[in-house]
């Protein structure tokens, strides 16, 4: 919402985000299903609360980017 509010692109982090509200170690321990149930939760959490892109860990930051970018250069803000 803050991003939304300062008119800025907002990008959720799920996996490793506040909003899992799980140790790493828990994390890692749920079952597939488990951890997919929980992410699709926090996914939608996430656009819920006014995410442009939600991704699940930073190493998706890099792609998250370049996709605003693309989205900036055609004329579109947020």
Same mark, same amino acid.
Request: glycine share 20%.
């Given at each position: +919402? /803050? @991003?939304l509010n300062g008119g800025v692109w907002?990008? @959720?982090? /799920?996996a490793t985000g506040n909003e899992m509200g799980l140790s790493l170690a828990v994390f890692e321990a749920?079952?597939?299903q488990k951890r997919e149930q929980q992410l699709t939760m926090v996914r939608e959490k996430l656009y819920s609360a006014g995410a442009h892109l939600v991704i699940d860990t930073m190493e998706e930051l890099p792609a998250a980017v370049e996709k605003i970018n693309v989205l900036l250069a055609? @004329?579109? +803000?947020p």
């Open positions: +919402k /803050a @991003g907002s990008i @959720g982090v /799920a749920l079952d597939s055609s @004329g579109d +803000k």
